[in-house]
Structures are given as structure tokens and as C-alpha cells.
């Protein structure tokens, strides 16, 4: 449905996307007692970590492997032991989840053999676990970088099963969430799979590592997220359910290793994709009925787009941000009459990009939402923080989803998913539209203003 | 209620030129056209919500309201008139009386004091003063207090004297013209007249209609100078009395103010409509002749003709590409008085079907327009309960209804696309392009494919294979409750 068209120019104008290795670090945060480590020159790595402490105003363990010029040209396996030693030395994590950059890919060295080489030499590890995963900066977007660390997670730490011999657990599921989902989303989704009498293992799962808690003590590594005995465990479920379809190969890595079914849900924000959702759960829960909550849940989502298809309906929208967060709620909003009249995006290798509901799709920057939001009339923005350059450009409300967030507080608390969520994004959405009431004007529709003579000649304040 | 009051109440029901009125008996005429409240069935406004209605609208007048907070602090900022300029109508101004107020008798000190302070902080050309309920019945005279204030500040301060009690929301309509015709018209002289000047009245500039139909009077040369009270001036009002001719735009209830300046002022008057391609045309059409036979060149009716054919034939070329869009369609109209018509006959040619119109608050006159458009009788509607609605929504199997903002819900809980087409909506509506506006409505509401959305069965609703296989479970969910014991399932 949607064309992708790049626009062939030298340069970018307010960038909308944020690195692959970011998205691998926010990732690896959503694993218990893990630092994420960054394989590159320091300054990439405090950059990140600067941009995800903004987005959810906690401390971020992001580590490096600091290269320098001269590492660089020598091979940095060196400096990835360093950095291990280094790293169980001062936090003692479980696992240290290595991210590569730019500068490692573009010299290319055989990362995983040297890691093979380091963890069975340094007995004085123990059972450390380093997963490895290439993300080069250059390449893809956050989402993309998100899915190859938790591919190379399930790659290293879930066994391969012998399918005569598996011993499933039918109430419980996996769950891998995409890079857009917020800890309150998966809170959301935890919170439906339970409803189902269903046990849930999440990985990632930020819900409870960024979620905004206080933590009790100081770590140098993350603070909660999957609990890393659960991640082999992930072998035993009775199904795993994708959620965005970047994650759809992390899922088929999963339900090959062992022998389980697997589902992949392009989005859960909107009646239709819920649906489908709790149809799956009643599937695995084997029952025809749903808990009173979810009902009613659902009945009030109905209501809300009653109410809200008069501010949505026709509404037109320009949407810029990953390719899942694209179709997620530009696919919901579609189901309300609104129209994106731009979408812009940050990868390509997503196949969801084919069913955005827009006829044209721009892998670009922030620049190209501005100039087509401008172009073809849109009302309302849809974009991380910084698009709020946009916004005040085109004096047009910005209606903020994706990362980073900087600019507001409670990021992680957004929810968007689900039928509460859905319901809480209609309403967001109808909102910024009300919130810009159109006061009509006798020029709008092309009358005279009227007769100076009737006006009234004494100074009169005018309160609004 | 004062006798005065009593007076002006009973006046403006024997309206001679109401002809259901005048149908009526002597004794019956007195008590009015205003039918019992039933207590715990009673809706709509009151009398003092009627007069705010028709008078707010006026934009450059402070709208003062004697009252506890809860008339004006309830009512305030909720509709849609709109201004090209002064903001103040939209400001709410009330005396805000508390109990210590009210037995300490300090009601028209306090009146006295909030226009002098509106005076000095806002000047405004005038102040309207609304006595509501309380404040009439504990006695202030806001006619006394406004003559003083007037005296003493020497801005107009208007006694607007439609305590809520007095009746219902049409007579407030009513009782707030008659104020203007007592207090307010004839009292200021334009610099000069022409003679294409004309008065609009019964029109609130909703969202701004008023400006849909005014470009066509612009081409025409025809100035309004007067208007109750889209986008009004206070001069304007103050300046009717200098007007050609009255248009009375689809409103009863300034019938009598308008009577009344044909007597007085020897201006003649007509009720139209702008709600419509050819009530839009007719109302031009009479506007011009009735023009002309007060002096205007009759070159004027030429021009109309021509301005006619030329936006008639714009209109429809515009509304062609909504045509598939929305024919076979079927509408259940239920609004009062002349929208149940005006509209009728322009749905229809696009192919839209009226399954029904309401004729509440509708003349005989409309009664038999509806009848022409509709063929017969059989689908008037007089007052229809929510429940009855629901079930006409439901059988008649009406895709749109278009109704006020009451009606809302029973349409959106049937599920069915709702278009407002009253007081509070937030799109014009009214001339030519209104009518392109409000295809588009229908278009954009009945065609939203959140409709199928909302109506599909829930997961729980449809037939379920048997998933093939049931979880080993041990125990039950602490969240769903779902049992899921395993002597359920022995062969597990
Ligand atoms: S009925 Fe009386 S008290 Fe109530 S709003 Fe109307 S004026 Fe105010």
C-alpha cells in the first residue's frame, strides 16, 4: 500500500532516528543485573547514555569499551576482556551485553571468535554471561539494534530443545516486546496475559527495570528487567508472541530452538489488533469467555471511539518514528477516518512498512515531516521530543511518541497499547484537537468585515 | 413575579401574528403556548437561558447576570456564536450573589456596584443586566438599578428583566427581543442609510454561519445594517429601527419583536431560511424583491437571478464528488421547526433518503413543506423519547442521525453516526458552501471505518475452534479467578 521513497540528498535535517546500539543498550537494560557495553570510542556511549538518562530520568549503566586510535587499528579484542574484567570487577553483573558501533564494524573484526576465545581462557569469570550483538550505527534504526540484542540474547542463553523430549509449560508465554513499547505497555500486555490466568516471561522487560522506580540500593548494572534463569526457561513456554514486527525474527529464532508456535502481532494499539491479541490469549488459556475486566475494558475502548471519531474522523496528521511505531498508531488512527497525510520513517528493514496506511513513506529526518506537514496541510504532529522545532514552526500541536522524550516527564508512563491504552490515545489524540479550538472569521468564507460605523469608539479590553 | 413582569410574559403570548395562536381560544391564549413542566420529565432551558441565547451574540456588550453562580457559572462559554472582533460577550459577568448577600438584602448595591466596575475596567457601549430567579423573587428591581446606573456611569445599562421561572427557553427568546425593542432600538441614528439596508434576525452566527451567506449579500451591495444577533454590534441593534426591510431567519420566537417594528417603524418583514440550496436562493429572492419595492433599483433582481444560477450551479458541482459517497444513505432528521424542510429537499438529490424529520416546534407551515418533500405524513415525528428513537434508529435502519446535541448518545449507543446540526455544533452549515460543509459531515461520519470497528463481535462472541490443547494447570489465576482444575481435564 505505502511507497517508500528516500530522498536522495547529502543532507539531514533535524535527525528523527537514534542509533542502532542505542536501541541495543535499552535493551539489554531490560535484563536483570546487566550492564550494557558499548564496543566503540567513549563519546558515542556518553552521548547515548546522555539521551536515555533524559528520556527516563534514571541513572544509566551504559559502559565502553573505550577505543581509542590506536586500539582501533590493533584490533579491539583487547579491550573488550579489559572492559568484561573491568566491568565484574566494579558491578559484578550476571550478564554484560555488548553492543558493536560504527567504528568496530567498519574496521570489522570477528567479535564473537574473540569472545569464544576470552570467556573459555578467564575461568575467573564464572558464570558471567556476554552476549554480543552487531549493530553498526550506520546501519537501521533503533528498532533494528533493539531486535539484534535480543536475538543475540535468546541466540546465547536459551537451549536448543530435543522436540521429542520437551517438557512445555502450557500456561506459560513469551513475550518479546518491540523497541517502542514503553514499561507501562508492557505492564499493559503483562497485565492481559495474566487476566488469562496465563504466566508471562518478558524479554525484554523494561516494565520493571525503567520503569521509574526507586530502587533500593546503588548498582552499577540494571536495575530489574528479565530474570535471567527465566530467559532459558523461555524453551518451556507454551507459545511466543511477537509484539511489532521487528521482532518477528527474534521470535522465530525462539520457537525454532524450541519447537514451540509462535505469533506475531504487527501492533496492539486499536480495537481490531487488541482483538486479535486476547483471541490468541483465549487460545492459549483454552477458554471461549474473557475476564470481566478485559470486557469491559474492551467496552469502554468502544465508547471512547464514539466519542472520539468526531474529533479523529477526517483528521489529517503527519507521523514521524520508527517503522513500528509508524504502523501502530497510524494504523489505529486509520481505523478512526484519520488520514496521515506525511509518515516518515527511520529503517527500512521492516516489512511492516508495506501496510502503513499512507501513501508515501519517507525514510528521512525531521526536516521531511516539517516541509510535509506543511506541504499537505496536517493539523497535528506526531513525533519524538525534538520534532517540537516542527511543531513551533508550523504553530501545530506535537503529540509526543517514540524516543526520546526529553522534554516531559513520565515517558515510561505513556501507554498506548492494549485497550486502555488505545482508549488513552484516542483521547490524547481528539484532545490536541480540541485544544485548537478554530474560531471561524468572516474571511474564512470570504465575507466583508463589517461596517466601521457600527464599532463601538471607546477603548473596550478585550479579556481573551 | 412582578406585575410588570407578569405583563410582559402574558403580552408575548398573545402573539396575532403566531397563527397557532390566534387558532386558539381566548382563555387558552392566556395561559400560553408554553406547555407544563412535568416534574422529573422536564428538559431544555429556561427563560433566562432563552434571552441569553438570542442577546449574547451581541459581541461588544457586557452580559451581566444577577444571579448565585449557578446561572451564569453553569452556562457560560458553551456556545458557538462567533465575533469578527470584540471578545467581551464571551466573558462571563455575574454578580456572583452569596447567601449574606441575599438576606441581607444587599442584592442591588451589589448589582450597582459590579456595573460601575464592568463600566470603569471594560467601557463597554452597554451593559445587559439578566435578573434570574432569585434575584426576582427576593425582589431587586434591576429596572430601577440599570435606570441609576445609566444616569450615573452614562453607559446604557439594559435591563434584560427573564427571570428562569418566568417559562421556558422559547420565551426567554421572545422576552430578550421585546427587551431590545424597549430598551435598545431606536436609539441611536446611523450616519447614513441606503436603501439595501436590511436587518437579520433569529440568527446566532453559529461557528459563522452568518459569514457563509454574507459574501452573497456583499456581491448583491446589500448591507446589514442591523442584526439580533449574529456578530452584533450594540449600535446595530440600536440602529435597527433605520432598516429596508426584516429577515426573520427560521426563529418563532422574535416573531412579535418583528410585528412589532412593522407597526412602529413601518418595516415590513419575511421569514426565511439559509439551511438549504433553494431556501438559500428563495430568501435571496425575497430579500431583493421585497428591496425593491421599498426603493431599490430593480436592476437588483437581475443580479440575483444571476448570483443565483452561479452558485446553485457552483454548489452542485462541488457536491457531485460526495454523491457516491453518500447516496443510498438513509437519514432520520430530528431537530425543531424549519430544519425538519429546509434541508430535506437537497439530501434528497444527492440521493440521501429521509427516513423521518421531527416537526417539533414546527408551524403548520413546515408541517405541510414536509409533507410536499416526503410524499405524506407517515414519517413526522412529533417529540420522540430517547427509547423510541433508539428503536427508529434501529429499525428504520438509518445510517445518519442528525439531530442536537441531546440526541447524541441514543445515536452513538445504537451505534449509529451522529451529525449536530443545533445550537452547539462546531461547523457552519448555513448557505450554499454550508451545504457542501455538511455533505461533507455526513460523508466523513458515515463513511468512518470505525463504524464496522465498533460493531464486530467481540473475541468472546464468536464461535472458537477448540484451541487443541489445555494448559496443565495446578491451580487457580489469582487475577481471572479461571479455575482450570485438573481433574477437569483426567487426561492431562
Ligand atoms: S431557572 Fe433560574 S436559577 Fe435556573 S438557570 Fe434559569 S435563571 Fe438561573
Not at chain 1, 102 to 123: F, H, K, V
Not at chain 2, 427 to 452: F, H, K, Q, T
Amino acid at each position: 500500500m505505502a511507497r517508500l521513497t528516500r530522498p536522495r540528498r547529502a543532507l539531514s535535517t533535524n535527525p528523527l532516528k537514534s542509533s542502532a546500539p542505542l536501541g541495543a543498550a535499552m535493551a539489554y537494560l531490560g535484563v536483570e543485573k546487566t550492564v550494557p557495553l558499548f564496543h566503540g570510542a567513549q563519546g558515542c556511549t556518553a552521548f547515548a547514555m546522555v539521551h536515555l538518562v533524559r528520556h527516563f530520568k534514571e541513572a544509566i549503566p551504559l559502559q565502553t569499551t573505550a577505543m581509542t586510535e590506536v586500539s582501533t587499528i590493533l584490533g579491539g579484542a583487547e579491550q573488550i576482556e579489559e572492559a568484561i574484567a573491568n566491568l565484574k570487577k566494579k558491578a559484578n553483573p550476571r550478564l554484560i551485553g555488548i553492543a558493536s558501533t560504527a567504528l568496530t564494524e567498519t574496521r570489522g573484526e570477528d567479535i564473537p571468535g574473540e569472545l569464544n576465545d576470552i570467556m573459555s581462557r578467564r575461568g575467573d569469570l564464572g558464570d558471567l554471561k556476554v552476549v554480543y550483538a552487531s549493530t553498526p550505527d550506520f546501519e537501521g534504526a533503533m528498532e533494528d539494534g533493539w531486535a539484534k540484542a535480543v536475538t543475540a540474547i535468546i541466540d546465547t542463553l536459551v537451549p536448543e530443545i530435543d522436540p521429542l523430549h520437551r517438557d512445555a509449560d502450557l500456561r506459560q508465554v513469551n513475550i518479546l516486546p518491540a523497541n517502542y513499547l514503553t514499561p507501562a505497555e508492557v505492564e499493559e500486555i503483562v497485565r492481559m496475559v495474566r487476566a488469562f490466568g496465563l504466566k508471562p516471561i518478558v524479554l525484554p522487560d523494561l516494565s520493571s527495570s525503567l520503569d521509574g522506580h526507586l530502587a533500593e540500593d546503588w548498582s552499577g548494572h540494571s536495575l530489574g528487567g528479565t530474570k535471567i534463569d527465566d530467559i532459558p526457561a523461555m524453551a518451556k513456554s507454551a507459545v511466543t508472541f511477537a509484539i511489532g514486527e521487528s521482532m518477528a525474527g527474534s521470535a522465530h529464532l525462539l520457537a525454532d530452538r524450541a519447537h514451540m508456535p509462535m505469533q506475531v502481532f504487527p501492533s496492539l494499539t486499536g480495537l481490531q489488533a487488541v482483538d486479535n491479541f486476547v483471541s490468541a490469549l483465549m487460545n492459549v488459556a483454552g477458554v471461549d469467555d474473557a475476564p470481566p475486566a478485559i470486557k469491559r475494558d474492551r467496552a469502554r475502548l468502544q465508547d471512547a471511539m464514539l466519542d472520539a471519531h468526531f474529533q479523529i474522523g477526517g483528521l489529517q496528521y503527519a507521523i514521524a518514528a520508527d517503522p513500528d511505531l509508524v504502523y501502530a498508531l497510524s494504523s489505529a488512527l486509520a481505523g478512526i477516518g484519520a488520514e496521515a497525510v506525511c509518515a516518515v520513517t527511520t529503517s527500512a528493514a521492516n516489512p511492516i512498512l508495506d501496510l502503513i496506511p499512507c501513501e508515501e513513506i519517507i525514510l528521512g529526518d525531521l526536516g521531511d515531516l516539517e516541509d510535509g506537514a506543511r506541504a499537505n496541510g496536517a493539523t497535528i504532529l506526531i513525533s519524538h521530543a525534538h520534532a517540537r522545532h516542527a511543531a513551533q514552526a508550523l504553530d501545530l500541536p506535537l503529540i509526543r511518541a517514540g524516543f526520546p522524550i526529553n522534554d516531559r516527564l513520565g515517558a515510561q508512563d505513556i501507554c498506548r497499547t492494549g485497550y486502555r491504552g488505545t482508549r488513552a490515545f484516542l483521547f490524547e489524540v481528539a484532545n490536541a484537537v480540541l485544544s485548537r479550538p478554530h474560531v471561524a472569521r468572516p474571511e474564512d468564507f470570504g465575507a466583508a468585515p463589517i461596517d466601521p460605523e457600527f464599532d463601538h469608539d471607546r477603548p473596550q479590553t478585550t479579556p481573551h | 413575579m412582578s406585575d410588570a413582569l407578569k405583563q410582559t410574559v402574558a403580552d408575548a403570548f398573545n402573539e396575532p401574528a403566531c397563527a397557532t395562536n390566534r387558532a386558539k381560544s381566548a382563555s387558552e391564549r392566556k395561559k400560553g403556548c408554553a406547555k407544563p413542566l412535568t416534574p422529573g420529565a422536564a428538559a431544555g432551558g429556561c427563560a433566562f437561558d432563552g434571552a441569553k441565547i438570542t442577546l449574547q451574540p451581541i459581541v461588544d456588550v457586557a452580559h451581566l447576570v444577577h444571579a448565585p453562580l449557578a446561572c451564569e457559572g453553569n452556562a457560560w462559554d458553551n456556545r458557538g456564536s462567533a465575533s469578527s472582533g470584540p471578545m467581551i460577550y464571551k466573558t462571563g459577568f455575574t454578580t456572583d450573589m452569596t447567601e449574606l448577600d441575599i438576606v441581607m438584602g444587599q442584592g442591588e448595591k451589589k448589582l450597582y456596584r459590579a456595573i460601575k466596575e464592568i463600566v470603569e475596567k471594560h467601557q463597554p457601549p452597554a451593559v445587559f443586566v439578566y435578573s434570574t430567579c432569585v434575584t426576582s423573587m427576593i425582589g431587586d428591581d434591576i429596572n430601577a438599578v440599570c435606570k441609576a446606573a445609566t444616569e450615573a456611569f452614562g453607559t446604557p445599562a439594559i435591563p434584560v428583566d427573564v427571570p428562569g421561572y418566568a417559562g421556558s427557553k422559547n420565551l426567554g427568546c421572545k422576552l430578550g427581543g421585546e427587551m431590545m425593542f424597549r430598551h435598545v432600538i431606536g436609539t441611536v441614528e446611523p450616519s447614513y442609510t441606503t436603501d439595501y439596508d436590511i436587518n437579520i434576525m433569529g440568527d446566532y452566527n453559529l461557528s459563522g454561519e452568518l459569514w457563509q451567506v454574507k459574501p452573497l449579500l456583499d456581491k448583491l451591495g446589500i448591507r446589514i445594517l442591523g442584526s439580533l444577533a449574529a456578530d452584533a454590534r450594540y449600535k446595530q441593534v440600536a440602529m435597527m429601527h433605520r432598516a429596508k426591510i426584516n429577515m426573520l431567519v427560521c426563529s418563532h420566537a422574535l416573531q412579535g419583536l418583528a410585528r412589532k417594528m412593522e407597526e412602529k417603524y413601518g418595516i415590513p418583514y419575511f421569514e426565511g431560511s439559509f439551511y438549504g440550496i433553494s431556501d438559500t436562493s428563495d430568501s435571496l429572492r425575497k430579500i431583493c424583491s421585497m428591496l425593491i419595492e421599498r426603493g431599490a433599483d430593480p436592476e437588483l433582481m437581475d443580479r440575483c437571478e444571476a448570483l443565483i444560477a452561479e452558485e446553485e450551479a457552483k454548489v452542485w458541482a462541488d457536491l457531485e464528488p460526495y454523491r457516491p459517497k453518500v447516496q443510498g444513505r438513509r437519514v432520520l432528521l430530528y431537530t425543531g421547526g424549519h430544519k425538519s424542510w429546509s434541508v430535506v429537499s437537497a439530501l434528497q438529490e444527492l440521493g440521501i433518503e429521509v427516513v423521518g424529520t421531527s416537526v417539533r416546534k414546527a408551524t403548520d407551515n413546515d408541517k405541510a413543506k414536509v409533507i410536499e418533500v416526503m410524499g405524506n405524513a407517515n414519517h413526522m415525528y412529533e417529540n420522540m423519547a430517547p427509547r423510541d428513537m433508539y428503536k427508529t434508529l434501529k429499525e428504520s435502519g438509518a445510517d445518519i442521525l442528525m439531530s442536537g446535541a441531546r440526541s447524541q448518545f441514543v445515536g452513538l449507543k445504537a451505534r449509529t453516526p451522529w451529525i449536530d446540526v443545533n445550537q452547539e455544533k462546531h461547523e457552519p452549515y448555513a448557505g450554499y458552501m454550508g451545504m457542501v460543509d455538511l455533505v461533507r459531515a455526513i460523508d466523513r461520519s458515515v463513511n468512518n471505518p470505525m463504524w464496522e470497528d465498533v460493531r464486530r463481535p467481540a473475541p468472546w462472541e464468536e464461535e472458537r475452534p477448540f484451541a487443541g490443547y489445555r494448559p496443565r494447570v495446578k491451580d487457580r489465576c489469582p487475577v481471572s479467578g479461571f479455575a482450570n482444575d485438573p481433574t477437569d481435564f483426567e487426561d492431562d
